[in-house]
Nanobody, 125 residues
Framework: QLKLVESGGDTVQSGGSLRLSCVVS????????IGWFRQAPGKEREGVSC????????RYADSVKGRFTISRVNTQNVVYLQMNSLNPEDAAVYYC??????????????????WGQGTHVAVSS
């Protein structure tokens, strides 16, 4: 059974850092594009970042460029999202998602077929 599990969410002060992890099981990570998304209360889910299968291509939302870094270790079945200089606008539930390689790298939720349950990030000012 294909499964994604996020972890690393916490409450941090503005300006702080967190590293989120997405551990996958039930499928070979090297065949799947991975995206990170977030959803704040009352807002739509938005794409944060995504990475292709061999890490040669990444994309970031404008709001996180220069602050967040996505990476993956296929041999360990894990994808990371390093988040620096966090501000209250980054507070949300963060989700990782997977789609089989073959589609253009996308930041749109509809392009992803498998989702984790999310991990909560809170940022205090």
């Amino acid at each position: 059974q294909l499964k994604l599990v996020e972890s690393g969410g916490d409450t941090v002060q503005s300006g702080g850092s967190l590293r989120l992890s997405c551990v996958v099981s039930g499928f070979p990570l090297h065949d799947y594009v991975i995206g990170w998304f977030r959803q704040a209360p009352g807002k739509e889910r938005e794409g944060v970042s995504c990475i292709n299968t061999d890490s040669s291509s990444t994309r970031y939302a404008d709001s996180v460029k220069g602050r967040f870094t996505i990476s993956r270790v296929n041999t360990q079945n894990v994808v990371y999202l390093q988040m620096n200089s966090l501000n209250p606008e980054d507070a949300a539930v963060y989700y990782c998602a997977a789609t089989f390689d073959g589609r253009p790298l996308s930041m749109e939720a509809w392009a992803y077929d498998y989702w984790g349950q999310g991990t909560h990030v809170a940022v205090s000012s």
